[in-house]
Every structure is written in C-alpha cells, then in structure tokens.
C-alpha cells in the first residue's frame, strides 16, 4: 500500500479513484436505464408473458375503493357481480 501512496516508485493516490469513477458511471447509467428506456417497456412483469401485477385488476381496484370509504357496499356489491360475469370468476358451469 506504501507503493500507491509514493510518487517516486509508483502511480500515486490518485490510481485508487478510477474504480470510484467506474462505480459512479455503472451506478449512473443504471439509474438513467431504470428511468427511461426499462421504464416504457413497463418493468419486469412484461418479460414475463405480458401478465399484469395482481393489484392492478378491476376487481382489487374496486376492494381499494371500497376499503377506503369511496363507494358503499350496495354499490360496491352492484359493482363486483358486473365485474365477476365480465372477468370471470365464476367458471362457465357456474361453479366459483
């Protein structure tokens, strides 16, 4: 450690900045990926068949509406029977 710090025989202190260098070009080029080219391709659940997330269906949209006092539960009841004949919760031989 003795050769970085001399400037007589060795680079000198300053070699040791090049991995912080990199490190901040890597963590930087990350972080501008994540923030426009990854973000418009719509994050991990596209590569994986297209799925979307569980908390995005209509009918978890419509439980948060109806946890957070938005709709009653006359209206939230009216709601969900259009969403389960719409996307199907119940199977064809109406069996849940």
Do not use: C, H
Not at 3 to 25: C, D, R
Not at 51 to 62: F, H, N, Q
Not at 82 to 96: S, Y
């Amino acid at each position: 450690m003795q050769t970085l710090a001399n400037s007589n025989g060795g680079p000198g202190p300053w070699i040791l900045f090049f991995p912080m260098i990199w490190a901040v070009v890597v963590i930087g080029a990350v972080t501008f990926l994540r923030r426009t080219v990854w973000r418009e391709r719509g994050g991990y659940w596209r590569t994986m068949g297209g799925a979307r997330p569980a908390g995005d269906s209509p009918i978890a949209v419509l439980g948060r509406r109806f946890a957070s006092g938005e709709i009653d539960e006359d209206e939230y009841w009216r709601r969900l029977s259009v969403l389960d004949e719409q996307f199907g919760r119940i199977g064809k031989g109406g069996v849940a």
